[in-house]
């Protein structure tokens, strides 16, 4: 599939049963008395479609040319215009070059262009937000499980949803192709768009990611969730919050009446009571919590770990106790499975139902475990990016000798890197420190700073621990696996479902689950040939 920009990327994603809507509805929407600085009569002028990015234009768009963070959108009104956008929104500061590029098309003018991008979706894509029931998950860690547990329990509530999230989107089990971000949630045109995708498609419910970024951004406004639920609050995107105070402001904003009908809390960190508490007063009703041992509205009755990572459990509910299988390991995904329960209990979907849809529920990236076969150790890949997911993960993998490959991001809050190495030290026995996307920063420094971290929680642990420079990432899954034996288990964190590696600017094509299968096989070529030769001798059995 081509781009609109011709490249082979996907194009961004676009409803194909509306019809637009007329620039009187616009100016509407923006509160014009005067109409646009036009240069074209305008009034059979149908806008289809916006974007606040020149190369997501489609024909028949509203350019928003709206002052980003180091240029002006209205730089690039003349390349909108080639791409078929059919007028122009912009602020006085770029009137004069949106006018310059912008032909014959009208251009209107505003003080806060993006401000009003939410509202002008919602307008020209039909308010398919109003005819979904969404479902809006925050937190530092466990967005992505619980919004896949989630979606599992509805679908086998008998809903159809779509989910739009860190990995992707989806509706049910097909992905919808659109170009690959590392953004959690979209920016608010290309959302309301997606969402009217979604609804053509035929979904009734939407699960949601809800970044800290798009909240703080406006990227939601407008959008009213059935259910908004809390994970969990750690360290994380201080270099955009600036500090924790303002990070935690921008995740409770999602708590309140105006916002959400319900929410479901954590409240097994200490924020989690504080948002209970701050949620009320703001009027949100009902406002429901989870623990896995507290005095909770959804706790653990038992729970009966299996072999494989396989866990059994007697959930309590306010209404009625409810068992649950879950194939994801970790005392962490026990939670994240209590609170997708919890969110679909609150819309009135059975619970029994719900319940069973959480056995199979496999999340990409998430404690995914990748079998090298027999005589092999345990391998799983996380994308765990906080102190406190791994020690989430570290501590969900029980009492077998772990070994920990472990980088952090570069341009990314340095803050958390040396406890991100803590964290490891503290729960691995070998940890070998790698890159994980360095981006414009030098590898070598910001795995100085991981080091660093996990050396001095070495010196304090009560068991020994070996803490090792691996250099770059195939490197440091080589030297983990060269040292893992039969009845080790390895982690290797950060990256998860990624398939590529930013690198000085570019992204190169590398995914952990891959490296691990490919490593293994060099390392260990008499075991891979002949697993190779069994299966052809069981094939040739078969067939005779």
Known sequence: MVGADGSGEPPSLRPTGLSGVGWSDVCDVLQLSTGPVARATVADLRVSGLTAD????????????????????ADFTA????????????????????????????VAVVDRPRALIPALADRIYDHPSRRLRLFGITGTNGKTTTAYLLQAALRAAGLRVGLIGTIGFQVDDRPLAARRTTVTTPEAAELHALLAVMLEQGADAVVME????ALAL??????????????????DHLDFHGDVGS?????????????????????????????VDRSRREGLDPVRSVSLDGAADYTVRLREDAAGGRTTVTAGTPTADVRFALGLPGEFNVRNALTALAMADLVGVDLER??????????????????????APTVFVDFAHTPQAVSAVLAGLGGRRRIVVLGCGGDRDPEKRGPMGAAAAEAAELVVVTDDNPRSEDPVAIRAQVLAGARAEAGRTDHAVQVVDGG???????TALAAAGPGDVVAVLGKGHERGQEVAG?????????????????????AVSDRTATASDSSERVHR
Do not use: C
């Open 210 to 213: 809800v970044s800290s970024h």
């Open 218 to 235: 406006g990227r939601v406004d407008g959008l009213r969730f059935a259910v908004a639920a809390f994970t969990n609050f750690g360290s």
């Open 79 to 106: 390349e909108a215009i080639d791409r078929g956008a059919v007028a122009v929104l912009t602020d006085p500061a770029g009137v004069d070059r949106a006018l310059a590029g912008s032909g014959s098309a009208p």
């Open 354 to 375: 719900a319940a069973a849809g959480l056995a199979d529920a496999v999340v990409p990236g998430r404690m995914q475990r990748v079998d090298l076969g027999d005589g």
């Open 247 to 275: 990070y935690f402001a921008a995740k409770a904003s999602l708590f309140t009446a105006e916002r959400a009908d319900g929410a479901v809390i954590s409240i097994d960190d200490a924020r989690g009571p504080e948002l």
């Open 506 to 526: 570019r992204v190169l094509p590398f995914a952990d689950e891959d490296a691990i299968r490919e490593v293994w096989t060099a390392l260990h070529p008499s």
């Open 54 to 73: 020149s190369r997501l234009v489609h024909p028949g768009d509203l350019y928003v040319a709206a002052p980003g963070a180091t240029v002006h959108g």
């Open 472 to 478: 770059p990432r195939r490197d440091a899954i080589a």
